[in-house]
């Protein structure tokens, strides 16, 4: 099952606060101190002086946190008892998920913790498991797999949380499951009446354009709804339940055809089959579009684009929906790239720039750089500007993206105005 989809984020958060308390990463902060331990500003006080402990807080979402603060040192150990169980008590439900675990693995059990930490949020929580209820159809999931799920997950963390455990935590872990259970299976039943689960798209045209680099164009077979800017997982047929996620490279077309820019990456099953084993004629599946990348026409704020790699597949889509609508808005897009020949793109992006007076195309190299694709680019976008009037959109890879998030805000960009791709999904199209 998917990785959770995030909103633009304004920027890393480290391990440690400037305090030198430690945040306790997706479980949330760590437990307060234990109860009866003198806190070090009390320290030297006469026991008269030691203010009473306040009452502990047994509310349903304090009893999720104290078990996910828990498990959180042996999460790995955790996730792997999950599927075991599941896979033992519920064979059948194996079919669904790849043969290979190794990206799949967490997701699942990571996605019901992170929805469990939104207990209280009903608009978060409804928004986050309707996206995962509808995400999920193009696996199989029917409503009679998630009581399964809940029967495994509740045995899992109740075998490795002795010290919050409890009939009334096991209590409150049933009542959160139900509620997740039920959103995102009726999320998925609405989403059925509308858009099938996947679409079969066959390979018209496979265009090498570095020897780890391929623009691949499908035609779906059936009309295929999206906005420039939103991506979708693809699946091949060499890797069967086994979906990435990829960017449209263009705004949508006449003809119906969807373009795909993919870099074949270090033990990336899915983009080495796409890059060097795909054809046209082959046919693969996608998923449902989705992503908040888009662009507000209702505005006439310039765009300031950051596209690092093949990130600038959904800027060019982006560019061209800009064009497409007639608005003479003022576009800045800067490209990046590890060395000159990864500009893959840039000949269709300056042949751009000459037909639109208002689009600029900057290139960026990182040569010379040790670290990372993208550690120049934000630096690059500092050397021009003010930018605080422009809405920003980054696509490329996660750190790029981090680091980039941080400069325009450092910059003055207000976060609201910044949109990039989900993180999580992006890692996971790398691994």
Known sequence: M????TTP????????????????GWFGRNPPQHQGEVPREAAGRTPASVSAPAPEDMSDSALLRRTMAEIEPIADKVTSHFY???FLRHPDLRALFPAAMDVQRDRLFRALLTAATHAEDTETLTTYLSHLGRGHRKYGTLPEHYPAVGECLIGALSGHAPRSWGPRTEAAWVAAYTTISQTMIDAAAEDELRAPAWWQAEIVAHEMRTPDVAVVTVRPDRP????AGQYTALETPWWPRVWRHYSFASAPRTDGLLSFHVKAVPAGWVSNALVHRARPGDVIRLGAPTGSMTVDHGTDNGLLCL???TGIAPIKALVEDVARHGRRRS???FYGARRDHDLYDIETMLRMQQSH???SVRPVVDDGHDGALGDRLPEAVCEYGPWYTYDAYLSGPPGMIRRGVDTLVGIGVPTHRIRHDSIEELVGARN
Request: charged share 25%.
């Open 331 to 333: 576009v800045q897009v």
């Open 224 to 227: 295929y709804p999206f906005l």
């Open 307 to 309: 596209g690092g790699g």
């Open 357 to 359: 007076p208002w689009l």
């Open 2 to 5: 998917n990785a959770p989809t």
């Open 9 to 24: 984020a304004d920027g890393d958060r480290s391990d440690d606060d400037a305090d030198g308390s430690r945040d306790a």
């Open 84 to 86: 075991a169980l599941l």
